[in-house]
Every structure is written in structure tokens, then in C-alpha cells.
């Protein structure tokens, strides 16, 4: 039986489990990213065994049971209902058999720093050997290199290293031998729940080629790579990660990063997130929920008549910069170069030769860079 770490209790409110990276609890490496959570969840995190609060393996274990085991913990929350998952590393690893094992049951998952595969089972072995010989104590280096970015150690730093320190020494070697026998990438286009993919541009173990794989593997798969962050994103990047989330599962969020994404761009759109702090995380916040979610969602206009008439209103304020990224968003939604330059001719009379003059030059070169790139 795992044990649970309750971060949000919030009754009613959608299920989110959070799992843990091989050595870290799920206080030392969530609670930062969990109290940063905008959407309103029931939120729990587990700890593997011998990690954290949870008592020692009895023996060995699958990465199969711990997906049992999660689903039991999701059960005694909330007894047959579906749920939201996230995790890292071996918690992403349980999240995929989740999601092959019991479909109906993730409504949604975000897999962080993982693989449908992880390392070598030589590497995996050869661990589990070195720690039942010398402890966990004999790991902590290689993982403090493996585990973060490099520059300032991420406020979590600490209390990660102090929980590998305290694991079971045991526990963790099986857990081990679990990840040496897990590989699901045959599986992956079995898995049908909306699933994004968080990669650490510095993780070495699992490389972001290694949550692509996952991305464009399953049915409906998104990939977001986060620079200055190694392989424990929850900890690294707290901020960005809740914000990656929230975009995730949350209703209105998700409805809105999904029509944003089909106007500009995926590619923009991912790299704008990626770049999000936390002076900028509310602004992005906003026009998320109310520009996308509230207002481009409406079925009053379609949505080439919108581009139409943002286009006018960046022209007439001299937003270039947002015209760009529009006129790019108006071929996506249908309008020809035709239409794009009568627009813009139009706004010559009613907002000023200057204005246009400018619109012409910044539309000419977008939609030249469009036809080189197809």
C-alpha cells in the first residue's frame, strides 16, 4: 500500500495524483510546483516504497504494481472516478502503464522527465547492486549531477539529497530492477488520454528525445522542453511546471491553450509557455483563460473573421510585432495573401497611410517567410 502526501484537500474537486522521481519523496520534489496550482484539485502525491513516509519493500515489484497500487490509492480517494496524473521520471514510467492499464481511469497525464523506456538494464542493475553493497549514500553524488541543471541549485536542492539519503537502501535497489524491466514503447499508440510531455533541455538520463518519443507516440501527445532544467522539473522550474499543468487540466485553461495553439502555432505557443516566470506567469494566465478560452471560442464569429479584426486593430495601434504573429494566425485561419492585402488597404483610408505603409512591410516579409518555409 502506498503511502499519500495530501497537498490540496479540496472535496468535490477533480482528483490530481502526483508521482515521484527513484530517490526523491513526494513532499521534496511537488510541494513547491503543488502550492504554485492556479486550478482547483484534490491534490495527493505517493512515495514509492522505502522513500518518504512509505514503509520498506517486501519484496521485489513491477512498475505494473505500482500502477495497481496508485490506482488503489486512487480508489480510496475516490472510490471508481476517474482521475488527472502526473508524474517524474519513474513517476512518468507509472503514469504510461496507468494509462495502458486502466484507460478509462486517467482522464489526463503529464509525464515529466521520463521514457517509455529508461536507460539500460545493465545500468539499472549494476545501481541496485552498488547501493545494496555501500547504501544510498553511494548514489548521491552521481544524482545531484544527474538530477539538475547547472548554475544555482534549485531552493528544493536539500531536502531531494537529505530524502535519497534517508531511502531504504533495499527499496531503492528494487525499484531498480522494476525500471530495468520496463519498456512500453511498442504500446504507446495505445494510449488515447491527452498526455503532455515535459522534457528537461539539460536531462541526460531521460533527454528530450525521450519524452518526443512519448509525444508523438500516443494518440494525443504534446511536447514542451524547459531550458535550465535537468531531470526533476517539478523541483527546477515550480513555476512553469503548475502553469504546464494547469494548461493541462484544468477546464477553462485547457480549452483556451488548445485554441491558441490551433491560431498561432504550435511551435509559438510552446516556446512562449516554456519561457514563462513568475514575474510573466499571470499575464500568460490571463489572455490564456479570457483571449483564448472566453473570446476566440465564441460562436458568434468564425475565426478567419476574428484574424480580420485583429489585424485592423494591431494596424491601427502599431502593435507590429502582434502583427506578425497575427497575419501568420490569418493563413492558419483560412485568409488568402488577396484578403490579408485588402485589409490592409482598407485600414489605409480609415487608419492612415503611415499605419498601412508599415502593415505592408511587416505582412510581405511573414507571408514570404511562410511560402520559403512550405
Not at 519484496?59 to 497500487?69: C, K, N, V
Not at 513568475?278 to 483571449?291: H, V, W
Request: with cysteine; aromatic share 6%.
Amino acid at each position: 500500500m502506498l503511502t499519500a502526501t495530501t497537498f490540496t484537500e479540496a472535496p468535490g474537486r477533480p482528483l490530481l495524483l502526483l508521482g515521484p522521481s527513484l530517490g526523491t519523496s513526494a513532499e521534496s520534489l511537488w510541494a513547491a510546483c503543488a502550492g504554485r496550482l492556479y486550478g482547483r484539485y484534490h491534490v495527493v502525491g505517493w512515495d514509492l516504497p522505502g522513500h518518504g513516509a512509505a514503509a520498506p519493500a517486501t519484496g521485489p515489484f513491477t512498475i505494473a504494481d505500482l500502477a495497481r497500487e496508485v490506482l488503489a490509492l486512487a480508489d480510496r480517494i475516490r472510490p471508481g472516478e476517474s482521475f488527472c496524473y502526473a508524474g517524474d521520471s519513474i513517476g512518468g514510467a507509472v503514469g504510461l502503464q496507468l494509462l495502458l492499464d486502466a484507460p478509462d481511469r486517467v482522464g489526463a497525464a503529464a509525464l515529466l522527465c521520463t521514457g517509455a523506456r529508461i536507460g539500460e538494464p545493465a545500468m539499472w542493475h549494476d545501481r541496485a547492486k552498488l547501493v545494496r553493497a555501500e547504501g544510498t549514500e553511494a548514489v548521491v553524488a552521481g544524482s545531484r549531477e544527474r538530477w539538475f541543471a547547472p548554475g544555482p541549485a534549485p531552493a528544493a536542492a536539500e531536502q531531494l539529497v537529505a530524502a535519497l539519503r534517508a531511502a531504504d537502501a533495499e527499496s531503492y535497489a528494487r525499484t531498480c530492477e522494476a525500471l530495468a524491466e520496463f519498456d512500453v514503447r511498442d504500446r504507446l499508440p495505445e494510449i488515447a488520454a491527452p498526455v503532455l510531455a515535459v522534457a528537461g533541455g539539460h536531462d541526460r538520463p531521460t533527454p528530450p528525445d525521450s519524452l518526443r518519443t512519448i509525444a508523438d507516440g500516443v494518440l494525443h501527445g504534446r511536447l514542451v522542453v524547459l531550458d535550465g532544467v535537468a531531470h526533476l522539473a517539478p523541483a527546477e522550474n515550480p513555476e512553469v511546471v503548475a502553469f504546464l499543468l494547469d494548461q493541462h487540466f484544468d477546464e477553462s485553461r485547457s480549452a483556451g491553450i488548445a485554441v491558441r495553439r490551433e491560431v498561432l502555432g504550435p511551435a509559438h505557443v510552446d516556446r512562449a509557455t516554456a519561457g514563462t516566470t513568475a514575474f510573466t506567469r499571470d499575464f500568460q494566465d490571463m489572455i490564456t483563460r479570457y483571449a483564448w478560452a472566453e473570446i476566440w471560442t465564441r460562436p458568434g464569429l468564425a475565426r478567419r473573421d476574428r484574424s480580420l479584426i485583429t489585424l485592423t486593430a494591431l494596424i491601427a495601434l502599431g502593435h507590429h510585432e502582434e502583427l506578425a504573429m497575427h497575419v501568420r494566425a490569418a493563413r492558419t485561419n483560412g485568409l488568402s495573401d488577396d484578403e490579408i492585402k485588402e485589409l490592409i488597404l482598407q485600414t489605409a483610408i480609415y487608419c492612415g497611410v503611415p499605419a498601412a505603409n508599415t502593415a505592408f512591410r511587416v505582412a510581405q516579409k511573414v507571408l514570404a517567410d511562410l511560402d520559403a518555409g512550405a
